[in-house]
């Protein structure tokens, strides 16, 4: 199993600040996703990076996927409230996605 | 469409029990995943399928948990018997194709307490 650190664990920020975070691994993926999901609800797919060095953007959230295909970075510019939520990162290991942890995002008005 | 549905919601029951875990897959999606999310573990895929056909049941903890897919609108997870440990949320998802290449679709998921 390809591990995926994710870091930080947990954030809470207040409404308007900038934030990033990572998802680290020492495997090189084909392609990563990112996911967020809502308290009570399964994961819902934000984006998918497939080019090292690859960045991709919806709305106020970047994504960025590491030359080597190791590493990719989420940040978020003027958070919201409606930001809040797990935010998953997953590596394609063939047919199966393996997940990070998640970093716990808590956006306060 | 109505989404990946999962039955039921919340289930609560004691160490021992049998306990059944049923999934509708979104029409036309051909692979379909069983996925256990814990705070310690987070989201780990147990098995999954193709055509109705189990691909990978690597991730199975013990040979108390079983999955079948009779058909393509169907799909359930067995525990039996259930222990306190086996307590965590249970996803199912599904997706036209079985690479990254193609969204999975995650259900409500059922959270799931053994006492």
């Known amino acids: 199993t390809q591990l995926l650190e994710q870091s930080p664990q947990f954030l809470s920020i207040q409404e308007g600040e900038n934030l990033t975070v990572y998802c680290n691994s020492s495997?090189?993926?084909?392609?990563l996703q990112w996911y967020r999901q809502e308290p009570g609800e399964g994961p819902v797919l934000l984006v998918t990076v497939v080019t090292g060095g690859e960045v991709k953007k919806l709305k106020r959230l970047t994504f960025q996927f590491g030359d080597a295909r190791k590493d990719s970075s989420l940040h978020i510019t003027a958070a919201q409230p409606g930001d809040t939520g797990l935010y998953l990162c997953a590596g394609d290991s063939g047919y199966a996605l393996n997940f990070g942890k998640g970093t716990s995002l808590l956006v306060t008005p | 469409d109505a989404g990946v549905i999962q039955s039921p919601r919340h289930e609560v029951t004691e160490m021992g029990q049998e306990v059944t875990l049923r999934c509708k897959p979104i029409?036309?999606?051909?692979?379909l995943f069983w996925y256990r999310q814990t705070m310690m573990r987070g989201l780990e895929l147990l098995i999954y399928f193709n055509n109705n056909v189990p691909i990978d049941d690597s991730g199975m903890p013990e040979d108390r948990f079983s999955a079948k897919m009779p058909n393509a609108s169907f799909s359930t997870l067995k525990i039996q018997p259930s222990e306190p440990r086996d307590s965590a949320v249970y996803f199912c998802a599904s997706s036209r194709g079985g690479s990254s290449s193609y969204e999975q679709y995650f259900g409500p998921g059922t959270r799931l307490t053994v006492t």
């Open positions: 495997s090189v993926f084909s392609s």
């Open positions: 029409s036309g999606h051909d692979y």
